[in-house]
């Protein structure tokens, strides 16, 4: 996974009304990678035995 | 006896000394207070003292002591909470400028239940900012270890630890979500419990996490813990997430001995590349005494706690961010920097991780249901080491940092039981090299905080640690 970039985070954040002070962008943006970084390698646990999304019908059950 | 020296009883002793007459509860409240405005202003351990309201309370106690009228084993004792708790009348800040102006108008539940035991509210105390982290300047000062005033005491329940370590109090309550009582009380040498999720009332908790939130006692011994959550568990029907099981006799099991009882170390955490050695091996040493103590003890595996903190921060960052959004978005300014950072940290996970996180937390606690079904309590260290240095600069430098420093590192062994809702209590089991404390994490079966107290309660007895304080 790429690293994300300060200017990303600063988006991200923008894009839900947050905004980040200069001097903790560098900081948010490691904490930020940091945990999408553990939090790709829960990927790989998904229980093998849990029933897929429900698929609607377009017309209906 | 002296005020000096009634100051450095615990509850227990000091209920002692109430129903043999030997004291008034008056005597030992202004003893507390001699000694929290002595040592305050070092320590920080206190936000609010509520003298003249505890004094009054204290009369009160002996008032109905004279009259015949006994409460209970906490009935004049002194105590204090997380100011995370609401105390009515009492400004309860939740540790942040946020807050620092907001007076409840009731008590917390577990507040209410122990004034209604006759326990003696003497303050409010100090934590690391809205419980969301280390804090880098806290804005009712900061909180030094009674051990070595350099080293944090942990949080967040920061004076909740330092303040019985330092016999200020004899008992106090904090909050734990991912490790909040566990860690300040193993890195301030005291025994702290996190009960089962729903034993105990959260309601006027001013929590992070409700998914993760739990209130506990903290004291100098494992008996004294036991006294606490006697009164504070139960159901309430202003929390409907309380449980209806009956409350066990906790007093009682202080008692028993631990033949027949099985204790299973947790071998990923004992195996951790995080843990210091010198903890380690207190630890290994700690599992050995209750071995000779007529325990069985054995190694236990739980495979998936080793991506516990994982778990546990795809939830409860979000949940946590979303708490303080609205003051995120209004008045980041009047939030400490580090945990600013992390709420924003936080703010940015996607949603679609939680529901995979809960799975696997679920799993995580069939996991460690599955290691009770063989041991009667899990052990495990309570921290990877003794107390860090105090922070005093706030930049993380790479993601490595981040992860273990800012975002999970040291509640690694603690939140696992906040992701799966077992009781999990600490218990002093040596020191460092540095004169240091550590804590023996020990885990029970939901609802069995009896066998977590009777354990530690013995490991007390069969070891010299009760017995030391630091020198204040």
New interface residues.
């Given amino acids: 996974m790429d690293?994300l970039t300060p200017e990303q985070?600063k988006r991200?954040?923008a894009a839900?009304?947050?905004?980040?002070?200069e001097?903790?962008l560098?900081?948010?943006t490691?904490?930020?990678?940091?945990?999408?970084?553990?939090?790709t390698?829960?990927?790989r646990?998904?229980?093998p035995d849990?029933a897929p999304p429900a698929i609607l019908e377009p017309n209906g059950p | 006896m002296s005020g000096a020296d009634l100051a450095l009883l615990g509850a227990g002793a000091l209920s002692d000394a109430l129903h043999r007459r030997e004291v008034s509860s008056e005597e030992i409240v202004r003893a507390c207070l001699a000694r929290i405005e002595s040592l305050n202003p070092t320590l920080a351990a206190f936000v609010t003292v509520c003298a003249e309201a505890a004094v009054r309370a204290a009369r009160r106690a002996d008032s109905e002591r004279a009259g015949g009228r006994s409460r209970g084993p906490l009935h004049g004792i002194p105590f204090a909470v997380k100011d995370a708790l609401w105390t009515k009348g009492v400004r309860t800040t939740n540790g942040s400028r946020l807050f620092e102006h907001f007076v409840p108008t009731e008590d917390a539940t577990v507040v209410a239940r122990l004034r209604a035991a006759g326990a003696v509210l003497v303050g409010k105390l100090n934590m690391m900012e809205i419980g969301f982290g280390p804090t880098l300047r806290p804005p009712f000062g900061v909180p030094r270890n009674p051990w070595n005033l350099e080293r944090t005491t942990g949080g967040s329940s920061s004076g909740s630890a330092s303040a019985v370590a330092a016999r200020l109090v004899p008992l106090t309550l904090g909050a734990d979500t991912g490790g909040s009582i566990r860690l300040p009380a193993a890195f301030c040498g005291v025994v702290g419990l996190k009960p089962t999720r729903g034993r105990v009332s959260r309601y006027g908790l001013m929590g992070i996490c409700p998914s993760f939130d739990s209130v506990g006692p903290l004291a100098a011994r494992a008996s004294d813990c036991a006294v606490a959550l006697a009164v504070i568990a139960g159901h309430d029907r202003k929390d409907p997430t309380t449980t209806r099981a009956a409350v066990d006799d906790y007093i009682g099991a202080i008692g028993e001995g631990l033949a027949g009882v099985r204790v299973g170390i947790v071998e990923e955490l004992m195996k951790s590349a995080l843990l210091c050695p010198e903890v380690r091996g207190l630890v290994a040493e700690a599992a050995a005494a209750l071995a000779r103590a007529g325990a069985r003890a054995e190694q236990v595996s739980i495979p998936?706690i080793d991506?516990a903190?994982?778990?546990y921060?795809?939830i409860a960052?979000p949940e946590g961010a979303a708490r303080f959004r609205p003051y995120?978005?209004t008045r980041?300014h009047d939030i400490d920097?580090l945990p600013?950072?992390?709420l924003?940290?936080?703010?940015?996970?996607p949603a679609s991780?939680i529901p995979?996180?809960r799975?696997?937390g679920e799993?995580l606690r069939a996991q460690v249901d599955e290691a009770l079904r063989a041991v009667d309590v899990l052990v495990s260290p309570a921290t990877p080491s003794a107390a860090p240095p105090i922070p005093t600069a706030?930049?993380?430098?790479?993601?490595?940092?981040?992860?273990t420093a800012?975002?999970?590192g040291r509640s690694l062994f603690t939140n696992p039981f906040n992701i799966t809702g077992h009781p999990a209590l600490t218990v002093p089991c040596g020191f460092t090299a540095e004169r240091l404390p550590v804590g023996l994490q020990v885990i029970g079966r939901y609802y069995r905080e009896a066998d977590v107290l009777r354990v530690a309660a013995v490991y007390e007895s069969i070891t010299p640690w009760r017995a030391r304080r630091p020198e204040m």
Avoid: C, N, Q, Y
Avoid at chain 2, 344 to 349: C, E, N, P, Q, R
């Fill in positions: 690293d985070v991200m954040a839900i009304g947050l905004f980040i002070f001097d903790d560098d900081d948010v490691f904490r930020l990678g940091a945990t999408l970084e553990h939090l390698a829960l990927d646990l998904e229980p849990l | 998936l991506h903190s994982a778990i921060v795809a960052e995120l978005l980041p920097v600013r950072r992390r924003l940290a936080a703010s940015l996970i991780v995979r996180a799975r696997l799993r706030g930049r993380i430098e790479s993601k490595e940092e981040a992860w800012a975002v999970a």
